[in-house]
């Protein structure tokens, strides 16, 4: 059983940063593609970016593409989101998530209903 546990959200002003973490229990996370979704208030759950198990190559929905940067360390099982120039409507819950044996992202990044784990949400909040 995979479990995933993200970190780092916070309340920033408009054109701020944040680094989301997501950190796994198993030492096999190279195994796993691992994203980011983003449920934003009266909106559905989407995905945002995702990375493949060894890196490369990574998923990014058009609105975060040249703003947020997805990396990994598998040694120390953990995955990261580098959000720069956060705008307000980039608010919302993040959670990280994972498909069981899957190690790329085009299995599960497109439709939130194919992820088998997923983190605790972390909230990130752009203020105007």
């Known amino acids: 059983q995979l479990q995933l546990v993200t970190s780092g959200g916070d309340l920033v002003q408009d054109g701020g940063s944040l680094r989301l973490s997501c950190s796994s229990s198993v030492d096999n996370l190279n195994y796993y593609a691992i994203a980011w979704f983003r449920q934003s208030p009266g909106k559905a759950r989407e995905g945002v970016s995702c990375?493949?198990?060894?890196?490369?190559?990574?998923n990014q929905t058009d609105s975060v593409k040249g703003r947020f940067t997805m990396s990994r360390d598998n040694v120390k099982r953990t995955a990261y989101l580098q959000m720069n120039s956060l705008r307000p409507e980039d608010t919302g819950v993040y959670y990280c998530?994972?498909?069981?044996?899957?190690?790329?992202?085009?299995?599960?990044?497109?439709?939130?209903?194919?992820?088998?784990?997923w983190g605790k949400g972390t909230r990130v909040t752009v203020s105007a």
């Open positions: 990375i493949s198990s060894f890196g490369a190559p990574t």
């Open positions: 998530a994972a498909r069981r044996f899957v190690t790329v992202c085009s299995p599960f990044f497109g439709d939130s209903n194919d992820v088998d784990y």
